[in-house]
């Protein structure tokens, strides 16, 4: 039996991987925040060494980007020495480590689709945490994968999704349309998730190894993925009207972070080296909304 542990339980990921369709000879264990905080760095190698793990993957985050500005501390520790320290922790076990990162270690100053091997420049604190991170995931020598991706939503959870839902009931709504990515379904990450750690775990690839960008395929703006949202919400009966959404540029919303403009990620790589390319990315957003409308 291969026991792949995943380190997070209530998040958007971590929920999606406990959804997973089963695999025979493959069983998945989770420790969530109550098993181990990872502000607890020293926690770390005996919870971790307790499960006997062959892989990990971190489902675990400090995802709360404006309040990243003020709890900066919090969000290096969480987001970056914790990282690290887990990374050791799988070098010591020979167990891999699947690791989640973010578009936001970007600057968004590129015209087209970031690359993996494309300049770093974060603009605010959680992008800056998220990259301290990868980088202490890669340099720990455990066998290591780093999976960038970007705006994810889920069938539950906080996110982008839930927020436009609970705003649904107002006349018009203002969403940023200067800012360009593509929504990422949990659940199309978790499969993808999977597909790195069976990749590291093969006894003869070292390839799987490194950064790799996931995310849906197509692109939008938050405005555009916002009309969508509405748009299948209204189809689906789950509001009873759709507000107007007015596109406004960043300027105009104000936020305590910084956000890149251009958050579209290239993902063809990981496509061609784990045979899983990305859906266009309102083929995702239909199966989110039907799994929210039937529960
Ligand atoms: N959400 C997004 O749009 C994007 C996310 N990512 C990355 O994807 C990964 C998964 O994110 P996602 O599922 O959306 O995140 P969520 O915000 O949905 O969940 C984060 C999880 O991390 C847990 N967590 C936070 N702090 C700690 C801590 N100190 N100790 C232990 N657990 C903690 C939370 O636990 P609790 O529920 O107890 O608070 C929660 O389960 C993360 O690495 C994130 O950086 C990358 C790009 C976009
Ligand atoms: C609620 C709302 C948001 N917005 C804007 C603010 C922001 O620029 C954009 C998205 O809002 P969010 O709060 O979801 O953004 P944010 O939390 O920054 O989302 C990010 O989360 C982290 C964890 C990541 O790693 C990123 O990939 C990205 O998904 O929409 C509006 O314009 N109008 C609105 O009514
Ligand atoms: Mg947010």
């Not at 993957?57 to 969480?78: F, G, H």
């Not at 990282?83 to 590129?110: I, K, Q, W």
């Not at 999977?194 to 690839?205: N, S």
């Not at 990981?270 to 309102?282: D, E, K, N, Y």
């Amino acid at each position: 039996m291969t026991r792949i542990l995943v380190i997070g339980e209530t998040g958007q990921l971590a929920r999606a991987l406990a959804e997973a369709p089963p695999v025979p000879g493959r069983e998945l264990a989770f420790l969530g925040r109550g098993a181990l905080d990872l502000a607890d760095i020293e926690a770390i190698g005996p919870a971790v060494s307790a499960v006997r793990p062959d892989a990990v993957i971190n489902a675990a985050a400090y995802t709360a980007v404006d309040r990243a500005e003020e709890e900066t501390a919090l969000a290096e520790r969480i987001n970056g020495a914790a990282v690290g320290r887990l990374a050791e922790v799988c070098a010591a076990a020979g167990a891999p480590l699947v690791h989640v990162s973010t578009d936001y270690v970007f600057d968004g100053s590129l015209d087209r689709p970031w690359r993996e091997d494309d300049p770093v420049a974060p603009v605010n604190a959680y992008g800056a945490s998220k990259l301290a991170g990868e980088r202490a995931a890669l340099a720990a020598g455990a066998r290591v994968a780093v999976l960038r991706t970007a705006w994810v939503y889920a069938p539950w959870g906080a996110n982008f999704l839930a927020t436009m839902l609970r705003l649904a009931e107002r006349e018009r709504l203002t969403v940023v349309d200067d800012q360009h990515g593509c929504p990422t379904s949990a659940l199309d990450l978790a499969a993808a998730c999977l597909a790195a750690a069976a990749a590291l775990l093969a006894e003869d690839d070292a390839t799987a190894a490194g950064i790799w960008h996931y995310s849906g395929a197509g692109e939008t703006s938050w405005a555009g993925f916002a009309e969508a949202i509405f748009a299948g919400a209204l189809a689906r009966g789950m509001i009873g009207r759709a507000p107007e959404v007015v596109r406004i540029p960043t300027a105009d919303y104000p936020t305590p972070a910084r956000r890149p403009a251009n958050s579209r990620l290239d993902c063809s790589r990981f496509a061609a080296r784990f045979g899983l390319a990305p859906r266009p990315w309102q083929e995702a957003l239909a199966e989110v909304l039907d799994r929210r409308a039937r529960a």
